[in-house]
C-alpha cells in the first residue's frame, strides 16, 4: 500500500496551498475527485480580504468580522484570521498569483458588510481561475503526486487516530487505500445540497460526511450562506454577480425599478448578504416574481468592462449586455459556513485529522460569513495546519461538552426513491433561505427515510449518500436551533435569543 507523509483531499485553494507547504517536510498526495481544477476556488470573482489598505486594520477588519458574524464568531480564530492576512497575501503573490496592481499598489475592492476598500483581486472578477491556475501548475512542477478522478470514501481509523484513507478510482470504479502519517480534508463545500446554487458539481459536502463518519466533531451546519445576486436568465445555468458589483455602485432594483434596499437596511445595497437574500425574496414574493434586477447600466461602461471582464462577457454571451441593461438576478446557496470542527491549527477531533478550507469549521465565520473572508481562510488555516503537522506536540481538539448524534437512519421506508433532483428541491422549499419548524420537521422525516435506502457503490451514489448527511446534519441543527441569527431565519422564532449564543456540535 503506497504510503505518504502528507495526504490532502481536495484542489482547491486550500489542498494545493497545503500541498504547496507541505512537500518541504514529506512526501505529498493531492487526491481529487474531478480534474484538479474543478473547485468552487475556480469561480471566486470577488476576491480575498486584507486589511492592507490606508485607514484599514486588522482591528477594524476583525470588527467587520464579528458583525457579520451575528454574536458566534470565535473571537481568537478572527484574529488570526485578521492578523496572519498580510502574511497570507504575500504568499500567494511569491506563489505567482497576480493580484491587480496599479502604480505597485495593491488595488483594493469594496464588498458588502466591510466597512471600508478591502478585497484583493486578480483579473478582475477571474480572482478564483488565477488563484487555481498559478497554484496548481507550481504544484505540478513540485513533486507533489497529485491523482485527479480519485474519490475518496472514508477514513482509515485505528487506535483511534486517522492513519490513511479508502478511495475510488472514479475511471476504473476500483477502491484503493492509502497510508499518511498528516491527512488533510481539504474538500470544500455542499452548495450541490439545492436546487439554486452558484457552486460547481463537485461541492456536495464529501469532507464532513468521511468526517463525521469516522467520528470527528461537525459543527455550526445550519448557517449556509445564500448569496443574494446569481444570474436569473431563462435556460441558462446559475452563474454568480459578485457582490464586487454592488461594491462598485450597481444598485438593486425592483419590477417597479425601485432600489428597495433602504427599506431594509443602513447599509443600504451593501448589507450583510443574508439581509440582502431576504429582502430580495420579500420583494419577489410581493411582486409574485422571480427575480430583481442589479443595475449597473448608471456607471461608466469602460470600468464595468475592465473591473469585471468574466461577469461583462457571460451575461454578453447569453445575449445581455449589462452597461445597457439591468441583470436579472435571485439568491443562491453559495457558502458552507460550518463544517468539521477544527482549533485555530487545523487540528480536528480525530488525531492525525486536519482540515482546512470550506469543509473546516474554524469558527471565523460565526453564523455569516463577511464576503472575502472565505479564501482569506483557507490559506490562513491550512499553513497553520502543515505548521503544526510539524510540532512533537500537538493536540487534538477537545471533544465539545454536549455535542449529539443525529438520529439514526429509517430503515424499510417505502416511497419515493431518493434522488439529486428531489434532494435539491426538498432543501430548497424547506431548509433554505426561510426555514420554520413545520418545514423543517417535514424535511426530517423525509431525509431519515431516504437514508435509508441509499446504498452506495459509484461516484454519483457516493455522492448522494453524503449529501443526505450533509442534509441531515444541516436540517437537525436548524430544527434544534430554535431563534434566528445570520443566515439562519425561522418564520417561528424570527428574532435572536441570547440563550442560543452557543455553537451545535455533532458526533456520531
Ligand atoms: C461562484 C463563487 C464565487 C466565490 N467568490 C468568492 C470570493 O470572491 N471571495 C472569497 O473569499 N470566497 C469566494 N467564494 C468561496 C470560495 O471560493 C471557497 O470557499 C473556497 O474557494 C474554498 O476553497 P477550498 O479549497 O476549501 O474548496 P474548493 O475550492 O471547493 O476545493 C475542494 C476540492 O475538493 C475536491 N473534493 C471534494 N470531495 C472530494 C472527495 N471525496 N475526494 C477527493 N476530492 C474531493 C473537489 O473536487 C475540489 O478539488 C466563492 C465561491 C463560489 C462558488
Known amino acids: 500500500m503506497a504510503s505518504y507523509g502528507y495526504i490532502i483531499v481536495?484542489?482547491?485553494?486550500?489542498?494545493?496551498?497545503?500541498?504547496?507547504?507541505?512537500?518541504?517536510?514529506?512526501?505529498?498526495?493531492?487526491?481529487?475527485?474531478?480534474?484538479?481544477?474543478?473547485?468552487?476556488t475556480r469561480w471566486a470573482q470577488g476576491g480575498i480580504a486584507a486589511a492592507i489598505g490606508e485607514g484599514d486594520s486588522p482591528e477594524l477588519h476583525l470588527q467587520d468580522t464579528l458583525r457579520a458574524g451575528a454574536g458566534l464568531v470565535d473571537e481568537d480564530a478572527a484574529r488570526v484570521l485578521v492578523d496572519n492576512a498580510a502574511d497570507a497575501i504575500a504568499d500567494l503573490v511569491r506563489f505567482g498569483v497576480p493580484f491587480d496592481t496599479a502604480d505597485g499598489e495593491m488595488l483594493l475592492g469594496r464588498e458588502g458588510a466591510h466597512s471600508v476598500n478591502r478585497v484583493i483581486h486578480a483579473?478582475?472578477?477571474?480572482?478564483?481561475?488565477?488563484?487555481?491556475?498559478?497554484?496548481?501548475?507550481?504544484?505540478?512542477?513540485?513533486?507533489?503526486?497529485?491523482?485527479?478522478?480519485?474519490?475518496?470514501?472514508?477514513?482509515?481509523?485505528?487506535?483511534?487516530?486517522?492513519?490513511?484513507?479508502?478511495?475510488?478510482?472514479?475511471?476504473?470504479?476500483?477502491v484503493e487505500s492509502?497510508?499518511?502519517?498528516?491527512?488533510?480534508?481539504?474538500?470544500?463545500?455542499?452548495?450541490?445540497?439545492?436546487?439554486?446554487?452558484?457552486?460547481?458539481?463537485?461541492?456536495?459536502?464529501?469532507?464532513?460526511?468521511?468526517?463525521?463518519?469516522?467520528?470527528?466533531?461537525?459543527?455550526?451546519?445550519?448557517?449556509?450562506?445564500?448569496?443574494?445576486?446569481?444570474?436569473?436568465?431563462?435556460?441558462?445555468?446559475?452563474?454568480?454577480i459578485s457582490e464586487a458589483v454592488r461594491g462598485e455602485g450597481g444598485v438593486l432594483r425592483n419590477a417597479e425599478g425601485e432600489s428597495f434596499m433602504a427599506r431594509y437596511h443602513e447599509m443600504e445595497d451593501l448589507a450583510p448578504r443574508?439581509?440582502?437574500?431576504?429582502?430580495?425574496?420579500?420583494?419577489?414574493?410581493?411582486?409574485?416574481?422571480?427575480?430583481?434586477?442589479?443595475?449597473?447600466?448608471?456607471?461608466?461602461?469602460?470600468?464595468?468592462?475592465?473591473?469585471?471582464?468574466?461577469?461583462?462577457?457571460?451575461?454578453?454571451?447569453?445575449?445581455?449586455?449589462?452597461?445597457?441593461?439591468?441583470?436579472?438576478?435571485?439568491?443562491a446557496a453559495h457558502y458552507m459556513m460550518g463544517g468539521v470542527r477544527t482549533t485555530t491549527w487545523g487540528e480536528t477531533t480525530l488525531p492525525g485529522l486536519y482540515a482546512?478550507?470550506?469543509?473546516?469549521?474554524?469558527?471565523?465565520?460565526?453564523?455569516?460569513?463577511?464576503a472575502s473572508n472565505s479564501l482569506l481562510e483557507t490559506v490562513v488555516f491550512a499553513r497553520r495546519a502543515v505548521q503544526r503537522s510539524l510540532e512533537a506536540e500537538r493536540s487534538p481538539a477537545r471533544p465539545w461538552p454536549g455535542s449529539v448524534a443525529i438520529p439514526p437512519a429509517e430503515g424499510g421506508a417505502e416511497g419515493p426513491h431518493p434522488s439529486l433532483?428531489?434532494?435539491?428541491?426538498?432543501?430548497?422549499?424547506?431548509?433554505?433561505?426561510?426555514?420554520?419548524?413545520?418545514?423543517?420537521?417535514?424535511?426530517?422525516?423525509?431525509?431519515?427515510?431516504?437514508?435509508?435506502?441509499?446504498?452506495?457503490?459509484?461516484?454519483?451514489?457516493?455522492?448522494?449518500?453524503?449529501?443526505?448527511?450533509?442534509?441531515?446534519?444541516?436540517?437537525?441543527?436548524?430544527?434544534?436551533?430554535?431563534?434566528?441569527?445570520?443566515?439562519?431565519?425561522?418564520t417561528d422564532y424570527p428574532e435572536p435569543a441570547d440563550s442560543w449564543r452557543h455553537r451545535l456540535v455533532f458526533r456520531r
Open 421 to 490: 433532483s428531489g434532494l435539491q428541491e426538498l432543501m430548497w422549499r424547506d431548509v433554505g433561505i426561510v426555514r420554520s419548524g413545520e418545514s423543517l420537521s417535514r424535511a426530517r422525516g423525509v431525509l431519515a427515510a431516504w437514508q435509508g435506502m441509499v446504498e452506495p457503490s459509484d461516484r454519483p451514489s457516493q455522492e448522494l449518500a453524503n449529501l443526505l448527511l450533509c442534509a441531515r446534519l444541516v436540517t437537525e441543527a436548524a430544527l434544534a436551533r430554535q431563534e434566528s441569527r445570520g443566515a439562519h431565519f425561522r
Open 10 to 40: 481536495g484542489s482547491g485553494i486550500a489542498g494545493l496551498y497545503a500541498a504547496l507547504l507541505a512537500r518541504e517536510h514529506g512526501r505529498v498526495l493531492i487526491l481529487t475527485k474531478g480534474s484538479i481544477e474543478e473547485s468552487n
Open 123 to 174: 483579473g478582475g472578477d477571474a480572482t478564483g481561475a488565477h488563484i487555481e491556475f498559478s497554484l496548481s501548475q507550481l504544484a505540478r512542477l513540485s513533486g507533489v503526486t497529485i491523482l485527479e478522478y480519485v474519490q475518496v470514501l472514508d477514513l482509515v481509523v485505528e487506535d483511534g487516530a486517522v492513519v490513511g484513507l479508502k478511495a475510488l478510482d472514479t475511471r476504473s470504479n476500483r
Open 178 to 240: 492509502f497510508r499518511g502519517t498528516q491527512t488533510i480534508l481539504a474538500s470544500g463545500g455542499l452548495g450541490q445540497l439545492y436546487r439554486v446554487s452558484t457552486n460547481p458539481t463537485v461541492a456536495t459536502g464529501d469532507g464532513v460526511a468521511i468526517a463525521y463518519r469516522a467520528g470527528a466533531e461537525v459543527s455550526d451546519m445550519e448557517f449556509v450562506q445564500f448569496h443574494p445576486t446569481a444570474l436569473r436568465l431563462p435556460g441558462v445555468p446559475v452563474f454568480l
Open 274 to 331: 443574508d439581509i440582502v437574500a431576504r429582502a430580495i425574496l420579500n420583494e419577489l414574493s410581493e411582486a409574485n416574481g422571480d427575480h430583481v434586477y442589479l443595475d449597473v447600466t448608471h456607471l461608466d461602461a469602460a470600468r464595468v468592462r475592465a473591473r469585471f471582464p468574466q461577469i461583462y462577457k457571460h451575461c454578453m454571451d447569453n445575449g445581455l449586455d449589462i452597461t445597457a441593461s439591468a441583470i436579472p438576478v435571485s439568491p
Open 356 to 370: 482546512c478550507g470550506e469543509c473546516a469549521n474554524t469558527g471565523v465565520h460565526g453564523a455569516n460569513r463577511l
